[in-house]
């Protein structure tokens, strides 16, 4: 169980273009959903966390026009990189998390997306 | 920064050898987690210790917690070439959404 997949689980596109990275809980409802990304060789950054329904809350520097974040059902949020540049290419993960919005609660990676802007 | 410091950043053993990793934080926290990631993969859960447990096990890792130093360990017993991959720990600070916030990681290689 708690099984979090994401789709693609890589892509390449040209700048300029968007692109929508997906993030599914397959056997969970997922209240919240976060999205993290990450450049080689080095730690996950926390872009953004979304609850079901409601607009997403970014954290500070990451840019809430150049990111869109949408989590329409408890079962899939996704991430739209919009006018991709290069300097966008990375690794984007998501994670989920049921139930109660308890502390302990347990987050669910996703295997993770990577992005390569040409 | 909320981010965490982990050392060594890097670390390089013979399989059968411990490997310790530590973690420090700056914030009170709810919990911390310790990560593993392979090579451009995803995230494996490891294990979760409270702010008020002291010590925890599961298998072949032991992880302690000390809340008046803001730190964390991890220690891998009889490593094999299998750990060989990056180690994150994770805090969970009160407030907010509960979000994790990640240390920069250690990067074990075990070699046969």
């Known amino acids: 169980g708690a099984v979090v997949s994401q789709h693609p689980s890589w892509v390449i596109c040209k700048s300029g273009t968007s692109v929508k990275i997906e993030c599914r809980s397959l056997d969970f409802q997922a209240t919240t959903m976060f999205w993290y990304r990450q450049f080689p060789k080095q730690s996950l950054m926390l872009m953004a966390t979304s609850n079901e329904g409601s607009k997403a809350t970014y954290e500070q520097g990451v840019e809430k026009d150049k990111f869109l974040i949408n989590h329409a059902s408890l079962t899939l949020s996704t991430l739209t990189v919009t006018s991709a540049h290069p300097e966008d290419s990375s690794f984007y993960i998501c994670s989920a998390r049921e139930g109660r919005e308890g502390p302990n609660n347990e987050q669910f990676f996703g295997p993770g997306t990577r992005l390569t802007v040409l | 920064s909320q981010q965490g410091e982990e050392d060594p950043q890097a670390l390089s053993i013979q399989e059968g050898e411990n490997a310790t990793m530590n973690c420090s934080y700056k914030t009170s926290i709810n919990n911390l987690q310790w990560y593993r990631q392979n090579s451009g993969r995803g995230l494996v859960h490891l294990i979760l210790?409270?702010?008020?447990?002291r010590e925890k096990h599961s298998g072949r890792l032991r992880v302690t917690l000390d809340t008046s130093k803001k730190s964390s360990s991890l220690l891998i017993t009889a490593s094999r070439a299998a750990d060989t991959a990056s180690y994150f720990c994770?805090?969970?600070?009160?407030?907010?959404?509960?979000?994790?916030?990640f240390g920069a990681g250690t990067r074990l290689a075990v070699h046969p």
């Open positions: 210790i409270r702010s008020n447990e």
């Open positions: 994770a805090t969970v600070f009160s407030g907010g959404y509960n979000k994790l916030i």
